[in-house]
């Protein structure tokens, strides 16, 4: 998996017209070793938390850790995998009066969940509000057995850097078909698939989700087509590391005033 996306190496947009209306910025959020604190963004690090506000757990029955397989008693605490910045992350459009972004997740196996993933939970928050009260100094973590050490992320600093991707799975039918013979031939003159070139596999915000398995766009339950809203994806040779438990993505609705979101597991 590569460590950073950096675009096709040849103008893609010359080679293939098509794709040109396609092309949309996304953010990579590139994480990094770092100790982040709780007013930065990261991956996995502690996140700004109203100390009055309940910290979020999960009581799932049934979810489990290897190796004992066994659910753990009452509840476990949620555990922080993004927390982001309005001003580290320009292109994320934010809601009124917002400017920080965070997500949350069990990080225990969930078998009654068809993804298996972890639950997560997202929380849109202003940084100046949740600074005017006191602050969790210490949020609760999951003890051992309590956890799986895939949904575990290590807090990691974050270099949010914007790139333009296209579509692969989420080309419209008729485009690909039309599109095949030409992206076969790219592929095979710069020996590289197009999933590589077109877009990013890692953690990153909007745009299009790297789909391993066949796109699942979810719609809310009005019936609104959700955007993709985040990505958190298994990087080799970083301290955040899902392991082999492939790629989460959140999606969002915007056009429902309550912000519902949704996540599919995609491995
Ligand atoms: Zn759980
Ligand atoms: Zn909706």
Redesign the pocket.
Known sequence: MPQSFAGPPFDLEDLIPELAVLGQRTTLLLPKNGSPGIRESSLGGPILWPADEPWPSCGQPGHWAWPNEKSPAGTVPMVPVVQLFARDVPELAFPDGMDVLQLVWCPLIHPLDHAAAALPKLYWRSEADVLATEVLRNSPAPQEGEYEEDFMPQPCAVSPTTAVEYPNWDLPPGLRQTLQPRIEELERHFDLEYTRFAGALQSKVGVYPAWNQPPDWPD?E?G?RMEHLLSITAEEDLDMDIGDMGSIYIFL?R??SHL?YTHRYDC
Do not use: A, E, I, L
Request: with cysteine; hydrophobic share 0%.
């Open positions: 809310c009005r609104h609705c056009q429902c519902p």
